[in-house]
């Protein structure tokens, strides 16, 4: 195609792209925003138009920043040697990274890779219903998610996700997915208070569990470790070692969705790590590759693993999964080089000193009228907004849209929890480049300050 001026992309967007996530009402007023270049933390629209992203790619993906010519040349000189080849063989960054995977993760055997979010979360409610089957526990196939935690897009993810915006009007769900309460201190389900409660929300995993048929029909529960885009929710210390007892009570698989939190966004390798916790399936994708090319994978422990090869005389009996694109060569080898700059620059101890840097300056916005809450962990950072601090009602949407309005007019570009859900409508989230500066975290946080004064009262 040949050269097209700014003028005509925009025509043709206008007439030919479906964006996601987007109410396409607003391009009648208005441009679509068209990204064209991108260097550390720093994006470029096609009028030239320079913006900090604090988001790392709108949905926290590109944690080594932007710009990166070693992601593009691993890439290209893996494309020239072997691009591709599909089914049941192996490739060397595909089984390097399946290594490096274990060298970080030890208590996770075997890696099986695919390329979103959402396809690895499938995988792992498939391998836990199938592993069922194999031993005999036909019933064995229920799963339990956090009622606001995200999964994905999918039907079979989106079945296993607890936010009411992404799942009307795309039902029937399928069968076999309930929900047990959030773990939001802020906005506690069962209205108690840190400190003087007995960690209801790790007992709910327990009840959900006792209502869905027990040990007989529980297979596993999915959680996010810090849940993202329900809000920024990290739960107490305390929580995430009671449901694991209470899994193992019910022989019920924990999957622990690292898409978010994966690879360095919390300060470690991998959101769990900060809670006394050993999940038995963990999926992940995003920070995977920094999104330079998709990939994502659910990583499980032996136990699971291995009933998928006990019985090579049942023609069935082995896990009968496959992604077209899932281990394609140039993925993982961003995957590897991605995991290479991280520890090179140790960008994980970037994200310690600057993540605390980032939620004492969040902190301090605690006393402006507007802010109910901050949660966070690493680059990784929530303020909840709120009309009145007392009944902690949530700002109108109105209000929010306007804050990240003006937040985005002062070139920075924050993420927000959905639109249209009561009291998850009202969180700005941060999730910058692990590359962040003092500087690029003071510009962020100015950037909120200055539109939370504008917009009080
Ligand atoms: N799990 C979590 C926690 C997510 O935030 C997302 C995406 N935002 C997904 C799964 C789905 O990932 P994808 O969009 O790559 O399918």
Redesign the pocket.
Same mark, same amino acid.
């Given at each position: 195609m040949a050269e097209l001026t700014t003028e005509q992309l925009i025509a043709m967007d206008k007439d030919s792209l479906w964006h996601h996530l987007f109410q396409h009402k607003a391009l009648e007023t208005n441009n679509p925003l068209i990204v064209t270049g991108g260097k550390g933390l720093m994006i470029e629209d096609i009028s030239g138009k320079q913006y900090l992203d604090a988001v790392s790619g709108a /949905?926290?993906c590109v944690n080594i920043g932007y710009g990166r010519e070693r992601m593009a040349k691993a890439v290209y000189d893996q494309l020239i040697e072997m691009p591709y080849y599909a089914g049941s063989a192996g490739n060397i960054p595909t089984i390097k990274l399946a290594g490096k995977l274990k060298e970080l993760l030890p208590r996770l055997d075997k890696t099986f890779f695919a $390329? @979103? =979010? @959402?396809?690895? $979360?499938e995988k792992a409610f498939k391998a836990v219903r199938q592993m069922n089957r194999l031993k005999g526990n036909n019933e064995k196939y229920k799963i339990l998610y956090r009622d606001r &935690?995200?999964? =994905? !897009? !999918?039907i079979g993810?989106l079945s296993a996700t607890g936010q009411h915006e992404r799942k009307a009007d795309y039902g029937p769900f399928v069968p076999g997915f309930s929900s047990f309460e959030h773990a939001c201190c802020y906005r506690c389900p069962f209205g108690k208070e840190y400190g003087s409660c007995e960690i209801e929300c790790a007992q709910a995993v327990e009840w959900a569990i006792k209502r869905e048929g027990g040990a007989e029909q529980v297979a596993a529960i999915i959680v %996010?470790p810090i !849940?993202?885009?329900g809000g920024i929710i990290k739960p107490v210390p305390e929580y995430y070692p009671m449901v694991q007892k209470i899994c193992k009570k019910y022989d019920v698989e924990m999957i622990m &969705? %690292? /898409? /978010?939190?994966g690879f360095g966004r919390t300060g470690k390798w991998f959101g769990h790590l900060h809670f006394d916790v050993d999940p038995d399936i963990m999926?992940t994708?995003?920070g995977m590759a920094s999104a330079y090319q998709?990939l @994502?994978c659910m990583m499980a422990k032996d136990h699971i693993f291995n009933v998928f090869k006990e019985d090579a005389s049942d023609p069935l009996a082995f896990f009968r999964d496959i992604s077209t694109y899932g281990g394609c060569a140039g993925s993982t080898a961003a995957g590897l080089e991605n995991i290479a700059i991280m520890e090179e620059e140790n960008l994980l101890d970037n994200t310690v000193k600057m993540g605390e840097y980032m939620l004492g300056q969040l902190n301090e916005l605690r006393s402006m009228d507007l802010v109910g809450d901050v949660r966070g962990e690493g680059l990784f950072a929530g303020v909840e907004l709120v009309v009145d601090k007392k009944t902690k009602q949530a700002v109108s949407e109105a209000q929010m849209a306007q804050v990240m309005a003006d937040i985005a007019a002062q070139g920075v570009l924050c993420g927000r929890t959905n639109k249209s859900l009561p009291g998850l409508n009202n969180t700005v989230t941060l999730a910058p480049a692990l590359v962040a500066t003092k500087e690029d975290i003071d510009r962020i946080v100015g950037a909120i300050k200055n539109s939370l004064e504008k917009n009080a009262k």
């Open positions: /949905v926290w $390329n @979103s =979010g @959402s396809e690895a $979360n &935690d995200y999964h =994905g !897009t !999918t993810a %996010e !849940t993202a885009g &969705d %690292e /898409v /978010v939190c999926t994708a995003k998709p @994502s």
